[in-house]
């Protein structure tokens, strides 16, 4: 069974432009949630996406943005980028909508973005 | 209340040792406490589990402690190896709320010297 498959890897933007980043969960999870990981603050709660509807949201501003499409794809987007946005971004699929329910929480590899 | 305290930051440990690290959490509806495991260049994955009505699971040389009065957990690795070199995180969530999400404690850097 194939992993989450985040696209793409690596990515480098400059401040001001805006970043789609793209995440193909395990077949059959209908859950794909979002995190930022930085060195400094671990990782962060950005979105929930279940049935394409948006579940749940940390504490981020509205320039980030996320979506599901109805095979369970996702993809998040940032907005006029900031050199605080450089982090990698990791998804996550799960089969319940909410990770409290004891589903296990399957994460890709990550997309790195360096802001300049 | 929505987070979860890590320590240390960062682990040395002696091939053969065991390696300890710490979680505290506010929030008492936390019902649901899982660790994870991630080495460079991965994704964290789940390494091992509990909920608040044991005191303690053990899963091969990996076992985490719930203290549920002092609101701390804690994950042991017995027998500690190179391999088990990574960044531990533990997380906490509510079952079944909605609107719930997994909150991660900041990680902790473990290093296992040969």
């Known amino acids: 069974k194939a992993g989450v498959t985040q696209t793409p890897r690596y990515l480098i933007k400059t401040r001001g432009q805006q970043v789609t980043l793209s995440c193909s969960p395990i077949s059959g999870h209908r859950s794909v949630s979002w995190y930022q990981q930085t060195p400094g603050q671990g990782l962060q709660f950005l979105f929930e996406y279940f049935s394409e509807t948006q579940r749940n949201k940390g504490n981020f501003p509205g320039r980030f943005s996320g979506r599901q499409f109805s095979n369970s794809r996702s993809e998040m987007n940032v907005s006029t980028l900031e050199l605080g946005d450089s982090a990698l971004y990791l998804c996550?699929?799960?089969?319940?909508?909410?990770?409290?329910?004891?589903?296990?929480?399957?994460f890709g590899e990550g997309s790195r973005l360096t802001v300049l | 209340q929505q987070q979860v305290k890590q320590s240390p930051q960062s682990l040395i440990v002696q091939k053969g040792g065991i390696s300890i690290i710490n979680c505290a959490y506010e929030?008492?509806?936390?019902?649901?406490f899982p660790w994870y495991q991630q080495f460079p260049g991965k994704g964290p994955a789940l390494l091992i589990a509990?909920?608040?009505?044991?005191s303690e699971k053990k899963e091969g040389r990996f076992t985490i402690s719930f203290n549920k009065s002092a609101k701390q957990f804690s994950l042991h690795i017995m027998d500690s190896q190179p391999g088990d070199s990574a960044t531990y995180f533990c997380?906490?969530?509510?079952?079944?709320?909605?609107?719930?999400?997994?909150?991660f404690g900041k990680g902790t850097t473990l290093s296992v010297s040969s």
């Open positions: 929030n008492t509806a936390f019902d649901y």
């Open positions: 509990i909920r608040p009505d044991v």
């Open positions: 997380a906490a969530s509510i079952k079944g709320q909605a609107g719930t999400a997994l909150i």
């Open positions: 996550a699929s799960s089969l319940a909508s909410l990770a409290g329910a004891g589903g296990e929480l399957f």
